[in-house]
């Protein structure tokens, strides 16, 4: 049985495809942060928090699907949240994302 999925909207799609290249939009969602990631016309959420160093992961770089956070450069793929360089060695959770009439919603499970 799967979780029940609450969609709440985040931001406007307009807003987050227009960042300058190596930037990701902070949110809150349901009460969480999270970090909306641009990528190859796709919009990706993962929770805002660096599992290494706490440190808000929108504050780093992203580079293509890897983002960096800035406290001690520990990296994390958005499509997944899986760690892709030392010292991160946790994932960070990532979250379901659509696009609807130019809002973008981020899934939370209930």
Aim: net charge negative.
């Amino acid at each position: 049985m799967s979780a029940e999925i609450n969609w709440t909207v985040a931001a406007d799609e307009s807003e987050v495809m227009s960042l300058d290249d190596g930037i990701a939009l902070p949110v809150t969602v349901g009460g969480l942060p999270i970090a909306l990631c641009p990528f190859e016309g796709q919009i990706y959420a993962v929770y805002d928090v660096c599992s290494h160093g706490q440190a808000a992961l929108s504050d780093g770089f992203l580079n293509g699907c890897i983002l960096e956070c800035p406290l001690h450069q520990g990296l994390f793929d958005i499509r997944d949240g899986s760690p892709q360089g030392e010292p991160a060695e946790t994932p960070v959770p990532t979250y379901p994302v659509k696009v609807e009439d130019g809002k973008v919603l981020v899934g939370i499970a209930a």
